[in-house]
């Protein structure tokens, strides 16, 4: 299905919504519905130890920080992407926070963190992409794909 909306146009549209999004993205329902995926994917996890996990459109991370408790300790990577610089930076500064995490802001920003990346804990990646256009991640395998939300939209 193509976008309605240009890449461009929809960039600006969800750079513009990201702080009313951040005030009004906590529905009970959508909240309900995220923590029935995220519960069967950390049932998942212990069954079978994922290694690779893609979240679409991640948005400010909080699916992200879902994933940093589900696989705390854990050597495994989770790519997000978005097609918002807003929206990743709000993600970034979220995943910052941690301090059991490696966190990996990539494309627009030309080099990646120097922080160093231990094994024993789970590497983050954010990714400024449209979703239509998924090449960056030719070369790659993902065990698990994610795409979820908290809006009440
Ligand atoms: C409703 S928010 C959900 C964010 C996040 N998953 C969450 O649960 O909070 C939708 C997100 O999709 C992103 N988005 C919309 N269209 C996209 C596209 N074509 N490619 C990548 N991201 C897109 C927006 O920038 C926005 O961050």
Redesign the pocket.
């Known amino acids: 299905m193509k ?1 309605v909306l240009s890449s461009n146009e ?1 960039k600006r549209f ?1 750079d513009k919504f990201t702080s009313s ?1 951040l005030k009004t ?1 906590n529905s009970i329902d959508s909240l309900f519905t ?1 923590m029935c995926n995220l519960t069967m994917l950390e049932d998942l996890n212990k069954q079978v130890k994922i290694k690779n996990v893609l979240e679409l ?4 991370g ?2 992200l920080i879902h994933l940093a408790n589900i696989f705390q300790g854990q050597n495994a990577t989770i790519c997000g ?4 610089t807003k ?1 990743l930076d709000v993600a970034y500064d979220n995943l910052k926070r941690r301090k059991d995490i490696n966190v990996e802001y990539k494309n627009f920003r030309n080099s990646s963190d120097s922080q160093s990346n231990e094994s024993d804990r789970p590497t983050f990646h954010l990714y400024e ?4 256009n998924m090449d960056i991640f030719h070369d790659k395998n993902f065990d698990v794909l994610l795409s ?4 009440t ?1």
Do not use: F, Q, R, V
């Open positions: 976008n929809l969800w999004y993205s995220t459109a991640c948005g400010p909080k699916g992407t978005d097609l918002s929206m992409c449209d979703n239509e979820i939300t908290h809006s939209l």
